[in-house]
């Protein structure tokens, strides 16, 4: 039998990011069945009930960020989620950053976050684990939220369209804890930018713009300004070759 803990523990971790993402508000992540609720979109949970921030959803945003930044920076960034974006031909790529997007192994040009999120050539660096809360089903309460279908042509709702949506409570200072976990073979620069884009992110989740999901993160690792990391990601202009390995803390 396959066990995931076996798979994560033959991983070649050499850095493991600890998370914990502070909900400020009621969350709203979406399951594809009913689970047992009256509600037309229930939450989310792990096999022991627990509620949970799926690591897709938390991966794809954070890729997300990382990418406005790094283009901020004034790097070539081939935007995710497009495959023909994110596998450039030659005359695509800047002739500045023809040398450091090649990865030794690996056809094509690899930009700043496809080397560590991957593309569909290369494999991601990175390992995302779900963000889980601590306390169990029969420790808390979910709460149904009434919805109602607009019709965005005649701006008026839509007759015989209530929906109802299961999220957290509200203002409970849930805790959901996880953490990114480095690959061997990640560039330098991998958890200054992962750090960088996790303080952009300000809430996860469905309806995040009826006020939903909207977090802060504790406790944050913080590094050095002067870390070569930072002297990479600023290099746009002229940029630095970095390693493909994340060497291991003492």
Not at 100 to 126: A, D, K, W
Not at 138 to 145: F, G, N
Not at 200 to 225: D, F, Q, R
Request: aromatic share 6%; with cysteine.
């Amino acid at each position: 039998m396959i066990k995931l803990e076996d798979l994560s523990r033959n991983q070649n971790f050499v850095e493991t990011i600890s998370i914990t993402a502070v909900i400020d508000t009621a969350l709203c992540v979406g399951a594809g069945g009913s689970d047992g609720t009256l509600a037309d979109k229930a939450i989310v949970r792990n096999a022991r009930g627990q509620l949970l921030i799926p690591a897709s959803q938390l991966k794809g945003r954070l890729r997300h960020e990382c990418e406005k930044l790094a283009t901020a920076l004034g790097w070539q960034i081939f935007v995710a989620p497009i495959a023909a974006e994110l596998s450039p031909r030659l005359e695509q790529v800047d002739t500045k950053f023809h040398s450091v997007y090649r990865v030794e192994g690996y056809r094509g040009y690899h930009c700043l976050v496809s080397q560590i999120f991957g593309n569909p050539t290369l494999p991601s660096q990175i390992v995302v684990d779900d963000l889980i809360c601590n306390l169990e089903r029969d420790e808390l309460d979910t709460v149904l939220r009434p919805g109602v279908t607009i019709n965005r042509a005649r701006r008026t709702a839509e007759e015989q369209k209530l929906y109802f949506i299961e999220t957290s409570p509200a203002n409970l200072k849930l805790e959901f804890t996880g953490a990114i976990h480095l690959l061997s073979n990640c560039p330098e620069y991998t958890k200054a930018l992962i750090l960088a884009g996790l303080k952009h992110i300000y809430a996860l989740g469905g309806s995040k713009s009826t006020g939903l999901g909207w977090l802060t993160w504790k406790e944050l690792p913080t590094l050095e300004v002067n870390d070569r990391s930072w002297n990479i990601l600023s290099s746009a202009n002229n940029p630095i070759p970095w390693k493909r390995r994340v060497e291991k803390n003492d």
